[in-house]
C-alpha cells in the first residue's frame, strides 16, 4: 500500500498500532503482514490524523497467466492474461495483480530492458529471454519469453539533391502534376522571400525549375492541391506587415504565377497552412487557424475559424486528413477537430473540435495520424520542437535541438493514452511523415530517421531497434557549412524527399529488404 | 603665438571629430541587434548580438532602450508562444542577465528615473481590436509587478524627463494615455481623433458578445450583424509614437494615419498644434537641447527635421532603403540615428543625420528589418 500525500514536501511520521498487521515500510508505504486490524498514525507539525485499516486474508492462491506470444523481436508487444484463483479454483475479478520481468541479454555485453505496463503488456528493448511475473500477494506466476533481434534495418543511399546554399530552405511538398512528372516546392526562412519549383521525376536529377518572389522574409511553409494544380505559401515578414498568404498556379510547374494574395484576418503571419478539399486551413498569427474557401482561387473566402479558449494559447501547425484536422497547441496538446468528417458534425465552416491530448513538456510542434490496419489501432503521433541549448552567437555554427516524437494511442478518442516514444539523443524533431507503417522523421540537427511503427507501439521505439535508417544531409558548401537541419521529410513513389534549412532539397532511396530465405549465390 | 592657436584649434577639431557614437538597433526579421558605431566619418557594425533562443523560428526584437545608467539594455522580443518576453543585457558584455514573459507582442519601453521600474507596452499587433496593457516590471529582479490597461495597440511611449509620467498611444483607439508612474495607474486619457464618444472602448462595448457562439466557434454560427461590426473603431490618426519634450511641457504624436504630427499641450491636456509631415511618420524623437525634431516618414522612406522653436519642418532626409522604422538622437544633440527596415531579402540600414546640417552623413547595412533604436553614448 503507497499512502499518497497531499504536500509530499511535508516531513510526515507514520506509526502503526499493530506492526504484527501493517508494518511502515521506506517511502510512506505500510506492508500488510497478516489478518487484523491497526491504526495508522500521521503526524506532521503537530498536526495528527489517523486511518483504521482492516487487513482480510488474501483469497488468492494461485495466479493463471498466459501470454500471446512467447517468441516475438523487440519492440514487439507480448500481451499478459493473468487470473487470479482461490483455494477452489475460482477466478476472482478484479484482482489486484502486479506484473514485474526479469531477464537476460543475447548480447553479453548489453543489459537486458524493456517495459510492462500495469495492464499486463511487454516490450524487450534488448532482444533477450525474459521472464515475466504476475503477482498478488504471496500469489505469483511467470511466462517466459524470447525476444529477438527486430532485423529491420536497411541500408540508404542518397540519390540527388537540389543545393540552396544562398539562403535557409523551410518545408517541402512533393507532388505529382498535371502532366505525370513529379514535382517539388520549397520554401525559403529568413530571406528574400523565395519559394522554388524542382522538377524531382528523376530523384537523382533535381532540377530547378520555376521560383516566386512574394513580399516577405520568411515562406515557412508550402503545400499543394489534392489535383496538384493549387500551391499556397505562407508569408511571414511582409514590409507591411500584412502577411497571410499567396496562391499559385502550379498547373505548369515551369511557369507558375501568382493567382491572389490573402491576407484578411492574417496579418500577424502565417506559419503553416494545409489544403484540404478545396479548402486551405491557415494559421494566424500563431493563435488560432482559419478554413479559407479556395474554390475561386482568385477570390479566397474565410467561412470559419478554430480557436481555443485557454488561458495564453498558441498554435503552430495543421494538418488536415479525413476530414480531421490535427492542430498542434503547445501547452494545449494536439486537438482534433472535425472540419468534414463528419464525426461530430463539423465542416470547414463550422469546426468541432472532438478530442485532444496535452503533456506537460507543452513542446507540441507537429501532429501526423496513423491507424494501424493490423491491430485496428489509432494513433497520432505528436512532435516536439525544443531548443535548449540557445543560439550560437555567432550564427555560423551548427544549431542543435532537442524534443522527440510521443505516440498518443487515441483509439478510444475519449481516454488518448501515450504510449511509446521515439527519441534521438542530441537532436530534436521536427516535421514528418508515415506512409505504409513507416514514418520518416525530420530530427534536425541528426537528419531524416526512418523508423518501422508496425504492430503495437510501446516504450522506447529507438532502443527497440525500430529504426530502420537514417541519412544526414552534410554539405561543406552550405550555407552554413556542415550543419545539418533537416526540416521535412515526404516518401514519394519510392523515394524519401527533404529540406535541410542549410543546404535545400535532397533525395534518398531505402534499399530493398531482402528476404530471410533469399538465395545468395556463391562461386 | 599664431601658429600655436592654429594647432590647437586643429587638435580641438581632431578631438571632437574623434568622438564616437554608439546606438543599438534591432533586426526585427534576423533576431539580431547591432550595436553600430559613427565615428563622426563613418557608421560600422561594432558588434551583432544573436538574440532569441529559438534558431529555426522569428521571435522579432521589436523594442529597445538604455538603463538611465548606461549599464544595461533591455529588449522586447515580440513573439512567443503566445507571450513575448522582455530581456536585459548588459552592455559591457552584451550578454543576456535577465528575463521575464509579458504580455502579447512587447514593444516600446523605457525605465523611469524616478521610480525605477521600467514600462513596456504590450503592442498586440495581431489581436482582437481589444485594449491592451502597459506592463510594469521591476528591473532588478526581472519581475512584472503590474499591468495597466490602456488602449488598443499601444505601441510608442516615452517617459517625462522627470520620470514621474508615462505617455502612450493606442495606435487603432487614437488614444494618448499620461500613467502616474509611481501610481501604476493611468492619470489621463485624451482622444486624439477629437471624437471621444467613438473610443474604441465604447465601439467594442457596442458589441453584443452574447449574440455570438462562442461554443461552436463557427463563422456561420456567428450573426455578424448583430455584432456591431460597424460601430468597431479604427483611428484616423492612427498614433504610432509619442515624446515629451524634455523642457516645454509638451508631447509630440506621431499621427501614422493623418500624415501629421500632434503637438499636445500637458497642462492644457489638448492638442495645440497639428504639424502636416510626409507619409504615414512613424517614430519621433527630440534632441535634448530641445530644439529639433526628428521624425520617420515610413511609407515615403525619409526624415523630417523639425526647428520646434520655430515650428518648422527644416528639411526632409531621404533615407538609404524604403521602410523607415525608428529614430534617435545623440546626447549631445549632434546627430539623429535612424533606422530603415528594407524589403524582403534587403538588409536593415542605418542613416546617421546630421541634425543641424539635415543631411545624412553616413550609413551602415546591418540584419533584415532594422527597427527598434536607441543611443547608449558618446565617448
Redesign the interface.
Known amino acids: 500500500m503507497r499512502l499518497i500525500l497531499s504536500a509530499p514536501e511535508v516531513d510526515v511520521n507514520i506509526t502503526s498500532s499493530n506492526t504484527k498487521v501493517v508494518s511502515v515500510a521506506p517511502f510512506k508505504k505500510l506492508v500488510a503482514n497478516s489478518a487484523g486490524k491497526s491504526t495508522i498514525t500521521m503526524e506532521a507539525g503537530g498536526v495528527e490524523t489517523k486511518l483504521n485499516i482492516k487487513i482480510v486474508e488474501n483469497p488468492i492462491v494461485k495466479i493463471d497467466l498466459k501470454s500471446d506470444m512467447t517468441d516475438g523481436r523487440s519492440g514487439d508487444v507480448f500481451t499478459l492474461q493473468a487470473r487470479a484463483l482461490d483455494k477452489n479454483g475460482e477466478v476472482i475479478e478484479n484482482a489486484p495483480i502486479n506484473y514485474s520481468f526479469t531477464g537476460e541479454s543475447y548480447d553479453i555485453s548489453a543489459a537486458p530492458s524493456g517495459l510492462i505496463t500495469p495492464e499486463g503488456k511487454f516490450v524487450a528493448d534488448e532482444p533477450g529471454l525474459y521472464v515475466l511475473h504476475a503477482t498478488c500477494g504471496s500469489a505469483a506466476a511467470s511466462v517466459t519469453v524470447s525476444a529477438s533481434e527486430r532485423n529491420i534495418t536497411r541500408k540508404i543511399d542518397l540519390i540527388g539533391r537540389g543545393s540552396i546554399n544562398t ?1 535557409h530552405t523551410s518545408d517541402l511538398w512533393i507532388w505529382e502534376g498535371v502532366d505525370g512528372k513529379d514535382y517539388a516546392v520549397t520554401g525559403t ?5 523565395k519559394a522554388y519549383f524542382w522538377d524531382v521525376t528523376d530523384p537523382a536529377s533535381i532540377t530547378l525549375i520555376d521560383s516566386v ?1 512574394v ?4 515562406v515557412n511553409d508550402v503545400k499543394i492541391s489534392e489535383d496538384g494544380k493549387v500551391c499556397v505559401i505562407s508569408r ?2 511582409a ?1 507591411n ?1 500584412k502577411n497571410g498568404l499567396v496562391i499559385i498556379d502550379v498547373t505548369n510547374p515551369r511557369d507558375v504565377s501568382i493567382i491572389s494574395e490573402f491576407s484578411e484576418n492574417l ?3 502565417v506559419h503553416n497552412v494545409f489544403i484540404s478539399k478545396n479548402h486551405v486551413y491557415a494559421l ?4 488560432k487557424y482559419y478554413s479559407v474557401n479556395i474554390e475561386d482561387p482568385a477570390n479566397p473566402k ?6 481555443l ?1 485557454t488561458p ?3 498554435i ?1 501547425d495543421v494538418w488536415v486528413e479525413d476530414g480531421i484536422a490535427y492542430s498542434s497547441n ?2 494545449d496538446g494536439v486537438q482534433l477537430v472535425d472540419v468534414g468528417n463528419g464525426i461530430a458534425g463539423g465542416s470547414p ?4 473540435q472532438f478530442a485532444s491530448y496535452a503533456y506537460p513538456s507543452g513542446s507540441n510542434h507537429a501532429a501526423f495520424p496513423y491507424r494501424d490496419e493490423k491491430t485496428g489501432k489509432f494513433y497520432v503521433i505528436l512532435g516536439d ?1 525544443e ?1 535548449p541549448y ?6 555560423k555554427k551548427p ?1 542543435r ?1 532537442a524534443g522527440f516524437l510521443h505516440i498518443i494511442d487515441f483509439t478510444d478518442l475519449k481516454n488518448p493514452k501515450e504510449v511509446a516514444w521515439f527519441q534521438v539523443p542530441f537532436a530534436g524533431s ?1 516535421n514528418f511523415w508515415i506512409e505504409d507503417d513507416i514514418l520518416y522523421a525530420a530530427f ?1 540537427n541528426a537528419g531524416v530517421r526512418v523508423i518501422d511503427i508496425s504492430g503495437e507501439l510501446l516504450g522506447d521505439l529507438n532502443r527497440q531497434g525500430r529504426e530502420i535508417a537514417w541519412i544526414v544531409p552534410e554539405d561543406p558548401e552550405g550555407y552554413v557549412p556542415n550543419a545539418p ?1 533537416t ?1 521535412g521529410a515526404q516518401p514519394h513513389k519510392g523515394h524519401i524527399f527533404y529540406s535541410d ?1 542549410n543546404s535545400g532539397l535532397w533525395s534518398a532511396k531505402l534499399r530493398p529488404v531482402v528476404p530471410e530465405n533469399a538465395a545468395v549465390e556463391s562461386r | 603665438m599664431k601658429r600655436i592657436i592654429i594647432v590647437c584649434f586643429v587638435l580641438v577639431s581632431q578631438i571632437a571629430v574623434a568622438q564616437n557614437y554608439y546606438v543599438y538597433v534591432t533586426a ?5 541587434v547591432s550595436l553600430i558605431k559613427f565615428n563622426g566619418k563613418e557608421a560600422t557594425v561594432e558588434e ?9 523560428e ?1 521571435e522579432g526584437p521589436h523594442g529597445i532602450n538604455v538603463s538611465p545608467d548606461g549599464k544595461y539594455w533591455y529588449l522586447s522580443l515580440a ?5 513575448g518576453t522582455l530581456y536585459k543585457y548588459s552592455t559591457e558584455t552584451n550578454q543576456v542577465v535577465g528575463k521575464v514573459e509579458l504580455g502579447l507582442f512587447p514593444a516600446s519601453l523605457q525605465v523611469s528615473e524616478a521610480t525605477g521600474l521600467l514600462y513596456c507596452v504590450n503592442f498586440d ?3 482582437d481590436m481589444v485594449p491592451s496593457t502597459v506592463s510594469v516590471v521591476d528591473p532588478e529582479d526581472m519581475i512584472e509587478i503590474q499591468r495597466i490597461e490602456t488602449g488598443v495597440m499601444p505601441h510608442g511611449s516615452r517617459i517625462s524627463p522627470d520620470g514621474l509620467f508615462h505617455y502612450s498611444v493606442g495606435m487603432m483607439s487614437g488614444e494618448l494615455f499620461e500613467i502616474n508612474t509611481t501610481r501604476l495607474k493611468v492619470s489621463r486619457v485624451l482622444q486624439l481623433d477629437g471624437k471621444k464618444e467613438e473610443s474604441a472602448k465604447d465601439a467594442m462595448s457596442a458589441m453584443d458578445h452574447s449574440q455570438m457562439d ?1 461554443s ?6 456567428m450573426d455578424h450583424s448583430k455584432m456591431g461590426h460597424d460601430k468597431m473603431y479604427h483611428s484616423k490618426v492612427k498614433p504610432t509614437w509619442v515624446i515629451p519634450h524634455p523642457t516645454n511641457n509638451k508631447v509630440y504624436v506621431a499621427g501614422n494615419g493623418s500624415d501629421e504630427i500632434l503637438e499636445v499641450d500637458l497642462e492644457k491636456w489638448e492638442i495645440t498644434n497639428r504639424m502636416s509631415t510626409g507619409k504615414a511618420p512613424y517614430n519621433v524623437d527630440i534632441s535634448p537641447d530641445g530644439r529639433y525634431m526628428l521624425a520617420t516618414y515610413k511609407a515615403s522612406a525619409e526624415t523630417g527635421v523639425w526647428d520646434l522653436k520655430k515650428g518648422k519642418e527644416l528639411a526632409r532626409v531621404k533615407n538609404s532603403r ?2 523607415s522604422h525608428g529614430v534617435t538622437i545623440s546626447s549631445d544633440s549632434k546627430y539623429g540615428f535612424v533606422s530603415v ?5 534587403e538588409p536593415g540600414t542605418v542613416d546617421v543625420i546630421d541634425i543641424k546640417k539635415a543631411t545624412k552623413v553616413a550609413s551602415v547595412d546591418m540584419g ?2 532594422a527597427g527598434g533604436i536607441i543611443f547608449w553614448k558618446v565617448e
Open positions: 539562403k526562412w529568413g530571406a528574400d522571400g518572389q513580399d516577405a522574409r520568411t511571414e515578414g514590409s506587415r496579418t500577424g503571419g494566424s498569427a500563431g493563435r474565410i467561412v470559419g475559424e478554430f480557436e479558449d495564453g494559447h498558441a503552430h503547445w501547452d465552416s463550422n469546426p468541432v520542437e531548443f540557445g543560439l550560437d552567437p555567432g550564427g544549431s535541438a521536427h534536425y537541419f526540416w534549412w | 526585427e526579421s534576423e533576431d539580431e551583432t548580438i544573436a538574440v532569441g533562443v529559438w534558431p529555426a522569428i513573439h512567443g508562444n503566445p507571450y499587433l495581431h489581436g462562442h461552436q466557434m463557427g463563422h456561420n454560427q524604403k521602410v527596415e528594407g524589403i524582403g531579402g533584415k528589418q
